[in-house]
């Protein structure tokens, strides 16, 4: 019975970004949503209370896998060069592995006005940039990166992940892969490495 009430409130949840995502979050209604989900209306407040709960559960599902990349950085014994690339190959994993809810925060951060719960979408890059900072500041401390302007090499560096990010989302000619990523990174670290 319990792998039932799972099954439905996934359901839920999958068919809640499906909608938010297509019809945008003030134009997809409950009834929408338990409709899409194959299950009922009280289905849907058991778990989420209302429409407004639902997309705050969403947001709160999407930030958890980008928080357990950052809580895993940084590695010991690994240099910045390396450790940076592991976790920007570990952000593109995740974000093809719920593209959706990408595109649902895209949607809530470009898009109108909907209506939503609040949510600080900035958290995401500020949490970025500081544990790159940081990173990077290990690097010159440690005589690996010679003495660089850190906050700039930090936005360069997350410039790269998120053109990298942009064009797996979009339909264009080109999209970027791990392997496209790693490519760029190491041209911009041979740059400062101390030791090549």
Do not use: W
Not at 145 to 157: P, Q
């Amino acid at each position: 019975m319990d792998n039932l009430k799972d099954d439905a409130r996934h359901r839920l949840l999958e068919a809640a970004v499906k909608l938010f995502v297509s019809k945008g979050y003030s134009a997809t209604s409950v009834s929408m949503i338990v409709q899409e989900a194959k299950v009922t209306k009280p289905m849907l407040y058991y778990y989420f209370k209302n429409k407004a709960g639902i997309y705050t559960e969403i947001m709160n599902y999407a930030f958890v896998e980008f928080e357990a990349i950052m809580e895993k950085y940084p590695l010991s014994g690994v240099s910045a060069h390396e450790m940076i690339l592991s976790m920007f190959i570990d952000l593109m994993d995740v974000q093809e592995k719920r593209m959706e809810y990408v595109r649902l925060i895209h949607a809530m951060i470009y898009g109108p006005p909907q209506g939503a719960p609040q949510v600080d979408f900035k958290e995401f890059h500020i949490r970025m940039a500081d544990k790159l900072s940081y990173i990077l500041q290990k690097g010159i401390e440690n005589g690996e990166l010679e003495l660089i302007d850190v906050t700039d090499f930090c936005t360069i560096l997350l410039s790269v992940l998120f053109f990298c990010f942009d064009t797996r989302m979009i339909e264009c000619s080109v999209k970027m892969t791990n392997d496209d990523l790693r490519r760029l990174i190491n041209k911009l670290f041979d740059k400062v490495l101390i030791n090549k």
